[in-house]
C-alpha cells in the first residue's frame, strides 16, 4: 500500500469511527459494503477493507459473512480516549503526574490508553516515530498527553514529527514537562510543567546567599528544553549579583561514564558548589564525591530540581525545588479539554509554583519559613 493509500485509509478510519461513536452509525445497523464506501471515499477497496478491519479488530464492528458489516456493542466514554505517551511503569516526577491524569481523565468519563514503546533517551527511526503514531491514530484517540523524547541535538526533530503527525490526524497535543524543541524556542502545543528559568534562579540564589560564588551546573549530555532554561535562570542569578557566567562551568555529563568525570570536575573547576539539573544527576555526583573523600557540604555543596522519593534518604540529604506532581497532573486534563473545546485558540504556556526544600546538602540549616520557599504562582497564557 502507497504512502498516499496508507494517509487515506487513516482518514476513513477516524471518519468512520467518528461516525459510530457519535451514534451516526447506532449499534446493530449494517454500515455501507466496502464497493460503497470506496465510491464515497474514492479509494481502492483495499484500503476501505484495512481501515474497516481495524476497527473490527478494535472491537467497534462485527463482520458476518454473507450478510454485511455491523456496528457491535462497545464501552462508551463521555469524552473519548486519551493517550499517554509515557510508559506507566515509569518513576521519578512522572509517574505521580501519570497517576493524576488517569484518574482526573477517569472522573470525567474518558478512558487513557498508555503507548509508552519509544526509547526515552532515543535514538529513534523514522519509523519508529511513525508506528508509534499509528498506535493512538489507529485506537480513535482524541488528545494525546505527549512527553517529549530525550535526544541528541541531532535527533530533535523526530518529537516535532511526532506531535505534528498527531496533529495532522486531528488528535489534540498536551506537553508534558518540557517542550519539542529547545529553549527559548516555543513550539505551536500547549506545555503544563513549572517555570524553569525562574526555578534555575532561586535555586541559584539559595547558594549566593550562602555565601557561595564559584557555583558551577551540571547537566546532562542530551538535549531538552527543561536544562536549558535551568541553566539561563542559573546564569540570570550570577549576573544579578555581578558574576559574569563563564560557559566552562557549565559541565555536560554522560552519567553512565565511571568517575574520571567527577576527579576531572573536582580536579579543575575548584567549585564551591553544584547545582544539578535533576535529582538523579545530584545522587550520581553525590555517590562519586563520597568515594573520592569529597565530603558534602563540608568541601562542597549541592543543589538540585525534583525532589524525588529518595532526595531526602540519601547519605546527605538533598535540598532541592519541590515539583508539585499532582496540581501538574490536574493542569495538564484542564489544558486538554480546553484545548478539545477551543483548538484554533492560541498554544497556552502553564507553569506551576516549586517549594525549595532546604536540606544538608546545600550547608544551610533547615527551619522556619526558610525550609519551604515558593518559587511563584501559577502563570498560563
Known amino acids: 500500500m502507497s504512502t498516499k493509500e496508507v494517509a487515506k485509509h487513516r482518514e476513513i478510519y477516524q471518519q468512520i469511527h467518528r461516525a459510530i461513536v457519535s451514534g451516526e452509525y447506532a449499534v446493530g445497523q449494517r454500515i455501507p459494503t466496502e464497493a ?61 503526574i501519570c497517576a493524576e491524569i488517569v484518574q482526573r481523565a477517569d472522573a470525567g468519563g474518558h478512558s487513557v490508553l498508555y503507548g509508552g514503546t519509544l526509547p526515552r533517551h532515543g535514538p529513534v527511526s523514522a519509523a519508529q516515530a511513525d508506528a508509534f503514531c499509528e498506535r493512538f ?132 573547576s575548584r567549585a564551591e558548589a553544584f547545582v544539578c539539573v535533576n535529582d538523579d544527576v545530584a545522587r550520581t555526583l553525590l555517590l562519586h564525591l563520597a568515594t573520592l573523600g569529597v565530603r558534602v557540604p563540608e568541601d562542597v555543596r549541592l543543589v538540585s530540581f525534583d525532589d524525588l522519593p529518595f532526595a531526602a534518604a540519601l547519605p546527605v540529604p538533598l535540598t532541592t525545588l519541590h515539583q508539585p506532581t499532582r496540581d501538574i497532573g490536574a493542569a495538564a486534563v484542564e489544558t486538554m479539554l480546553s484545548r478539545i473545546a477551543a483548538p484554533d485558540r492560541p498554544p497556552r504556556d502553564v507553569r506551576l509554583a516549586c517549594d525549595l526544600r532546604i536540606r544538608s546538602s546545600c550547608g544551610v540549616r533547615t527551619g522556619g519559613a526558610a525550609a519551604a520557599a515558593t518559587t511563584g504562582a501559577l502563570v498560563a497564557r
Not at 462485527?62 to 462497545?74: D, K, P, S, Y
Not at 484517540?141 to 516535532?160: K, S, W, Y
Request: net charge neutral.
Open 36 to 96: 460503497e464506501l470506496g465510491a464515497a471515499y474514492s479509494v481502492s477497496r483495499p484500503t476501505i477493507s484495512r481501515a474497516l478491519r481495524d476497527l473490527e479488530q478494535q472491537g467497534y464492528l462485527l463482520r458476518r459473512r454473507g450478510a454485511g458489516t455491523f456496528v457491535r456493542e462497545f464501552q462508551r466514554t463521555s469524552g473519548g480516549l486519551f493517550g499517554l505517551t509515557v510508559p506507566h511503569t515509569e518513576g521519578g516526577i512522572l509517574g505521580p
Open 137 to 268: 491514530i489507529a485506537r480513535g484517540v482524541v488528545g494525546v498527553f505527549f512527553l517529549p523524547l530525550i535526544l541528541r541535538r541531532e535527533q530533535m526533530d523526530m518529537n516535532l514529527r511526532i506531535a505534528d503527525r498527531l496533529s495532522e490526524a486531528g488528535i489534540a497535543i498536551v506537553l508534558l514537562d518540557h517542550d519539542i524543541v529547545d529553549y527559548p524556542q516555543r513550539s505551536r502545543y500547549d506545555l503544563v510543567g513549572v517555570d524553569n528559568r525562574r526555578n534555575g534562579a532561586v535555586i541559584t540564589e539559595h547558594l549566593l546567599a550562602g555565601g557561595c560564588r564559584r557555583i558551577h551546573f551540571v547537566t546532562i549530555d542530551l538535549t531538552v528544553s527543561t536544562s536549558t532554561a535551568r541553566i539561563a535562570g542559573y546564569q540570570d542569578a550570577l549576573r544579578d549579583h555581578g558574576i559574569e557566567p563563564d560557559p566552562s562551568w557549565v559541565h555536560r555529563w554522560n552519567t553512565a561514564e565511571d568517575g574520571e568525570f567527577v576527579r576531572r570536575l573536582m580536579r579543575e
